[in-house]
């Protein structure tokens, strides 16, 4: 996949930082994740169906679609949430929702990722929702992915952290030694993800187990991973999203950074904060 990069400043394009502090004041990791949201909810446009995604990130864009709902600014918006945790925010802040059967094929999705490559593949779904978030997302006319640049990584489970693997309770413990032994060469380590609360298996929306894997080194072509996942008996789904992001809002404490896939290219656009004082 070849690059090719653009850098846009505040002249030729504006972007809203959802913030009152000065520039002078440091963001945190919140204020980076709220800025990345904001920026992709400008893409949202009355009458559209939106997926809805999950998470601490995805939280910021719900809010701010409820916020442009409630002031008239946006109009006969139907979300359609990726999680329960989301269905229950958008329900009490008045987000009109729908359903997959409902509409079967969705304008826009906004979602966070715990990962990015360089070629906008992603890992998902260490918050647990990643079935019904790649069911929803997979079926987006465009899906923008929204992240801090904490979650950028040279290939997949390049952070040490989870990729994880939904899975049916039954035999899990025979489904995670061969999710193990078919990443061995990447030194793969797996392990039953427990709700903290209680120690207990963590239990998805969907009553499934998730089982996390770690790797040592890179797992190699993406798809062959997922094909060999997927024919494994008992393995609802995996959280690669390959090839599912159109594009990707990065924030950073020097500006946002927004990589569109464009057929076989990733193009980059830089967004600086330097003149944007009156937005923070």
Request: some cysteine; charged content about 20%; proline content about 4%.
């Amino acid at each position: 996949m070849a690059y090719s990069e653009t850098h846009t400043t505040a002249d030729s394009a504006k972007i809203m930082v959802p913030s009152a502090a000065p520039l002078a004041v440091p963001l945190t990791q919140d204020d980076l994740k709220k800025i990345a949201a904001y920026k992709a909810v400008e893409h949202v446009e009355s009458g559209m169906v939106v997926g809805l995604g999950t998470g601490s990130t995805a939280k910021h864009a719900v809010d701010r679609i409820a916020q442009l709902l409630k002031q008239g600014k946006l109009k006969d918006i139907v979300g359609i949430p990726t999680s329960t945790k989301t269905y229950e925010q958008a329900v009490s802040m008045g987000i009109p929702l729908s359903d997959l059967d409902s509409h079967p094929v969705i304008d826009l999705s906004i979602d966070g990722a715990d990962e990015v490559d360089p070629h906008l593949n992603l890992v998902k779904g260490r918050g647990g929702s990643l079935l019904r978030e790649k069911m929803v997302e997979s079926v987006s006319r465009k899906f923008i992915v929204i992240v801090d640049k904490s979650k950028l990584v040279s290939h997949i489970g390049g952070s040490g952290l989870a990729m994880p693997v939904e899975v049916i309770p039954f035999c899990w413990k025979h489904s995670l030694n061969r999710l193990v032994s078919l990443f061995s060469y990447a030194g793969c380590v797996g392990k039953l993800r427990k709700a903290s609360e209680t120690g207990k298996p963590y239990v998805t929306d969907n009553g499934n187990f998730v089982i996390d894997l770690y790797f040592e080194r890179d797992i190699g072509d993406l798809n062959e991973a997922s094909d060999a996942i997927l024919r494994l008996p008992g393995i609802v789904e995996h959280g690669m999203f390959i090839g599912l992001a159109s594009s990707v809002i990065i924030a950073g404490v020097d500006g946002v950074t927004v990589k569109t896939n464009i057929g076989n290219e990733v193009k980059v656009d830089s967004f600086s904060y330097n003149d944007l004082r009156d937005f923070f």
